[in-house]
């Protein structure tokens, strides 16, 4: 149906940035909107940001004014812009689309990608 495929974390000091990229591929026509979670360990996942085909977009009061989402229906991609990091955004990212199967909606995931961020 849909695949996702997920880049960008890594290792990184507190204060500075990465930015996550997120590509789709499949039945991407059907997807009406795509996002990113993140899993800490030890916790349960959670909405970091989110955005749908109008442009309306969710932030995690956690990440607020920290983080941008944003997305190219065109390349099927979204990414994510994370300035001023935390040590409490360490975390395994997951990308997730939201697409119309029938007439309900079906949750895809990515891989998930690793963000690390030391003091």
């Known amino acids: 149906q849909v695949q996702l495929v997920e880049s960008g974390g890594g290792l990184v000091q507190a204060g500075e940035s990465l930015r996550l990229s997120c590509t789709a591929s499949g039945l991407v026509s059907s997807i009406f909107k795509m996002g990113w979670y993140r899993q800490a360990s030890g916790k349960q996942r959670e909405l970091v940001a989110d955005?749908?085909?109008?442009?309306?977009?969710n932030y995690a009061d956690s990440v607020k004014g920290r983080f941008t989402i944003s997305r190219d229906n065109a390349k099927n991609t979204v990414d994510l812009q994370m300035d001023s990091l935390k040590p409490v955004d360490s975390a395994v990212y997951y990308c997730?689309?939201?697409?119309?199967?029938?007439?309900?909606?079906?949750?895809?995931w990515g891989q998930g990608t690793q963000v690390i961020v030391s003091s």
């Open positions: 997730r689309a939201d697409r119309f199967d029938g007439v309900v909606s079906v949750g895809s």
């Open positions: 955005i749908n085909n109008f442009g309306l977009i």
